[in-house]
């Protein structure tokens, strides 16, 4: 079995960091699975986690009332999951649920946060890595709008 370092230094997300970073961000990580149709969170709640996907496919979804959840984005290896750790309050913005068995590395973004004040050169990396993500799921939220919206036209 890898080790979570090396699971970390191989995934795009982390890749051509700094090896001192990657020793502290592995100390925040560890392996987690989720069965097909199991949420790894729900809008609303604590952002405690954020996932890099290594195996299986997560749908992040939105929840409405009328037409029940809505996908804006299928996600597979190997991507990351999760940005709302890093804006207060620290709470998803979206579902997110497992599509079949997927095997991922969870990061505790609480411990994550405190080393990211302690090393700032960290702190930025990260931000400027999930940036990325963020512009992403932003992207596809909006064509899932537009698709939405093109139904009722």
Known sequence: MESLESLLVAHPLLAGMDARHIARIAECASHATFASN??????????DVCYLIRHGHVSVEIYDAQR?????????????????????????CFDARAIELTRVISLNTARLRVLCEQDHDLGYELLQRFAQVIAERLHAARFQLLDIYGERA
């Open 68 to 92: 029940g959840p809505i996908t804006v984005q299928t996600l597979g290896e190997p991507s990351a999951l999760g940005w709302s750790w890093l804006i207060p309050p620290y709470k998803w």
């Open 38 to 47: 199991q949420h790894l969170f729900r809008a609303g709640e604590n952002a």
